[in-house]
């Protein structure tokens, strides 16, 4: 028991670990910043290709969702990362990752924006538009605010995944939080640090999680 | 001297694939006039009331709104002649995120560039006239459906509109709300708006209206005074469909 405590709780060695660690989180919360931004934004524009009546628009856009959801995140990564350099394109750890994440995320926030413009009726083009109102001014004026409300819980749920998914940089050696903990674990030949950083991450998500319950049960009745 | 028409339909038409909703419709409604339009459901009433502002766009024909065709010109034109084409549903349509002022406001700032100033003292004007400034600050779900009908009214009133078309504006209403929102039309009657209207209420169209327009198979069957498109129809059609809804 004494020695479990040693190998996975030990204070001592997560003390040491912390400093290390903060760098590692203060990484990781760039990079959140980064591929949240890049992923809310590219989603958005994305999602109104989709919604567009003009087929050269819709069409782009339908493969795009259609591929980054399929291809496994870890796989785009390394390959934009170990890959492109071969075709003489080297991009540095956190460029590689943005890049990554930029495709991938903007496929799964657009899907959820597009639920949210289609939850809009058409009722509220209509009106919009008969009061003299542009295609564009409706949608930012009246169908994205409501669009957006409706599916606030899906984007922020998605934006839990966005979070964890951010670990994954640590197999192109950028020192965020996992990447960190683990480096720390190999020099400590002590697991400690990786629970702490499995606290960590639980200790900043979980209340956000609540909170989606909370919004969609809210949202249900 | 006889003055133009303020809303002119010249031979208009209208299908989705095979199916023909809208023949060869003519219709003119001159400046001031209240027209009503009754018809069986299916008839092409909401969908002809749906092309004067090219929410529905013809298949062919023109709708001249004061002197100009709607059916040419720039997708800014398109929004401009919205402008003066005030429109009313029958879902009313208020945007559940603003409060009612912002309804009211919202096009005259960004479709017609007046300030936020003007704008406001505009809408609040208008609110007036529909009974309801002193709900400007409310959000559309905390009103009735008939208060919710009378902001949509002023929504549109407030871009001075030329006409203003209502497209079953009491139809989704409870039987006890109806009465407060055709009185705002009949208020707008009386000022002098020129109205094209949709819908059931025959009691309102024998009050109000200066001519009423029976279509049916999407043309125009017959058309006349209330008194007598109700006291004596001529065709068979409009006999047959007025003893169903007024017995």
Excluded at chain 2, 146 to 166: E, K, S, Y
Aim: charged share 20%; hydrophobic share 50%; glycine share 8%.
């Amino acid at each position: 028991m004494q020695s479990l405590m040693d190998q996975f709780f030990n204070l001592e060695i997560m003390a040491k670990a912390l400093p290390l660690m903060l760098s590692g989180l203060w990484m990781t919360a760039k990079l959140c910043a980064a591929v949240i931004v890049l992923g809310l934004g590219g989603g958005l524009v994305v999602a109104l290709a989709n919604v567009s009546p003009r087929r050269w628009l819709r069409f782009p856009s339908i493969v795009f969702t259609d591929i980054f959801r399929a291809l496994p995140p870890l796989v785009l990564l390394i390959f934009i990362y170990s890959g492109l350099p071969f075709a003489g394109i080297e991009i540095s750890p956190f460029a590689a990752v943005a890049l990554a994440f930029l495709l991938n995320n903007s496929a799964y926030y657009a899907e959820v924006y597009r639920a949210g413009i289609l939850s809009v009726g058409k009722g509220q083009w209509e009106a919009a538009r008969s009061t003299g109102l542009s295609q564009t001014q409706t949608l930012t004026s009246v169908v994205l605010p409501q669009a957006v409300r409706n599916v606030l819980p899906d984007l922020l749920s998605n934006t839990v995944e966005v979070v964890k998914l951010t670990s994954l940089a640590s197999v192109v050696s950028l020192s965020e939080l996992l990447y960190t903990a683990n480096m720390a674990r190999s020099i400590t030949y002590n697991a400690s640090p990786l629970v702490l950083a499995a606290l960590i991450y639980l200790v900043i998500l979980w209340p956000v999680v609540r909170l989606v319950s909370r919004f969609q049960r809210r949202l249900a009745a | 001297m006889v003055s133009r028409p303020m809303l002119e339909i010249v031979s208009l038409q209208k299908c989705f694939g095979d199916n023909v909703i809208l023949r060869d419709i003519n219709l003119k409604v001159a400046q001031g006039e209240l027209v009503f339009i009754i018809g069986p459901s299916g008839s092409g009433k909401s969908t002809m009331l749906r092309c004067c502002n090219r929410l529905e766009e013809p298949s062919g024909g023109d709708v001249i709104v004061d002197g100009r065709n709607i059916m040419s010109g720039t997708r800014r034109d398109l929004d401009l002649m919205r402008l003066k084409v005030g429109m009313v549903f029958q879902g009313f349509h208020l945007y559940p995120h603003m409060s009612v002022l912002n309804n009211v406001t919202l096009a005259q700032r960004k479709a017609m560039g007046r300030t936020a100033e003007e704008a406001k003292a505009r809408a609040m004007d208008m609110l007036e006239r529909v009974g309801l400034a002193h709900k400007a600050d409310a959000m559309p779900a905390q009103l009735s459906g008939g208060q919710q009908q009378r902001v949509a009214i002023a929504r549109a009133l407030a871009l001075d509109p030329l006409v203003m078309l209502f497209d079953e504006p009491t139809s989704a209403l409870d039987p006890e709300l109806v009465g407060s929102v055709l009185a705002v039309m009949k208020d707008l009657k009386a000022k002098g708006m020129t109205m094209l209207v949709v819908s059931h209420e025959m009691g309102f169209a024998r009050e109000t209206a200066d001519r009423v327009i029976f279509m049916d198979g999407g043309v125009v069957v017959e058309e006349g005074a209330p008194d007598e498109i109700f006291g004596a129809p001529k065709a068979e059609r409009t006999q047959a469909f007025l003893s169903r809804v007024t017995r």
